[in-house]
Nanobody, 127 residues
Framework: QAQLVESGGGLVQAGGSLRLSCAAS????????MGWFRQAPGKERECVAA????????SYADSVKGRFTISRDNAKNAVYLQMTTLKPEDPAVYYC????????????????????WGQGTQVTVSS
């Protein structure tokens, strides 16, 4: 079973940047494709970004394209979400998630396909 712990959330001014980290343990990290999801109060959970097990494929929500970058370091069992030009609509609890994908190419932004989730980290943007 994979355990995921997010960090890096906090309060930032609009236009600022944050880097979220997700540390994974418990399984062979490179067998998992990863995703970052977010959920704001009263809103549905949405997929922000996803990355394949190798890191060669990524996918982004239209709302964050060009502003957010997902990356991973399989040697460090970590996945990151670099967020720049943060906007008032970005505040939410951000979760990283892992989907066992050994031998599977590509990414997934389907939340129900992810079996393992972190506890979330709060991102707040002040205007």
């Amino acid at each position: 079973q994979a355990q995921l712990v997010e960090s890096g959330g906090g309060l930032v001014q609009a236009g600022g940047s944050l880097r979220l980290s997700c540390a994974a343990s418990g399984r062979t990290f490179s067998n998992y494709r990863m995703g970052w999801f977010r959920q704001a109060p009263g809103k549905e959970r949405e997929c922000v970004a996803a990355i394949s097990w190798s890191g060669r494929s990524t996918s982004y929500a239209d709302s964050v394209k060009g502003r957010f970058t997902i990356s991973r370091d399989n040697a460090k069992n970590a996945v990151y979400l670099q967020m720049t030009t943060l906007k008032p609509e970005d505040p939410a609890v951000y979760y990283c998630a892992a989907d066992y994908a050994k031998g599977v190419l590509g990414v997934s932004c389907v939340g129900s396909e992810y079996a393992y989730w972190g506890q979330g980290t709060q991102v707040t943007v002040s205007s």
